[in-house]
């Protein structure tokens, strides 16, 4: 982590203080970070929801139970991230920070009727790969600018214990699965080359230019995704 401590002057808002150390891209790229996040809890509380009514045994019950219960708190944790930076959520438009993709893939989600499909988009991928990454880095990244974020990955690491129990179950117990998972695994493999090489490309340089992450940020995020997916056993059928 190439981060250093930043001095605080007591009179300045950590907002203010972004914008004159690091300049306005690094304070879009915060609040994109918060934004994203956000509306990401949200979709996943409603996703958790929707499989809780699927789900027959109690313990699996509980994990859909507990996951939406951590991601109220998540929800509520971004937002006081954000009015802590001295920025107040409800006084800026938080369109233009929402990145098209993540509402068009918890979309695709949340149509489907894959139990495999959704456990490996949502608690793999999502949670155990994107929002992981993210999460470990900026937790280190030496700054008071990212509120909780250490809680909240202990708490995600939970949501990909979860997924990993629950995908290895279905897995076991229907060999059709296996077959979808491989095809799903290779579609987020595409995802995470299309959205780390396009989408987020600027934004992670910019991350990196402030130190906010590391400068094998993209290398780290891929070797995430190979160590997930090997959980449920599906790396070595997909490479
Ligand atoms: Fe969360
Ligand atoms: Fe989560």
Request: proline share 3%; with cysteine.
């Amino acid at each position: 982590m190439t981060a250093t401590t930043v001095e605080r002057d007591p009179s300045m808002t950590l907002k203010q203080e972004i914008i004159e150390k690091y300049g306005r891209n690094a304070w879009d790229l915060i609040l994109t970070v918060y934004v994203n996040f956000y509306y990401s809890e949200l979709d996943i509380i409603d996703l958790c929801a929707r499989w809780l009514p699927r789900r027959k045994g109690l313990r699996e019950k509980n994990f859909l139970i507990r996951h939406a219960a951590d991601e109220v708190v998540h929800a509520r944790l971004f937002r006081e991230g954000v009015e802590m930076l001295g920025q107040p959520w409800h006084d800026f438009d938080h369109e233009p920070y929402k990145i098209d993709d993540i509402g068009d893939r918890f979309a695709k989600l949340f149509y489907s009727d894959d139990e495999i499909e959704v456990l490996i988009g949502l608690n793999l991928y999502a949670e155990g790969v994107l929002a992981m990454e993210e999460l470990v880095q900026l937790a280190r990244s030496n700054t008071p600018y990212f509120h909780q974020f250490e809680r909240i990955e202990r708490e995600e690491r939970r949501h990909v214990a979860f997924g990993i129990t629950v995908a290895n179950q279905v897995l076991d117990s229907n060999p059709e699965a296996r077959k979808r998972a491989v095809d799903h695994c290779k579609w987020y493999r595409e995802h995470l080359d299309g959205y780390l090489d396009g989408q987020l490309k600027e934004s992670i340089q910019f991350a990196m230019d402030a130190g906010f992450v590391s400068a094998d940020y993209i290398d780290r995020t891929r070797a995430r995704f190979d160590d997930v997916m090997s959980k449920i056993g599906i790396m070595e059928v997909v490479a």
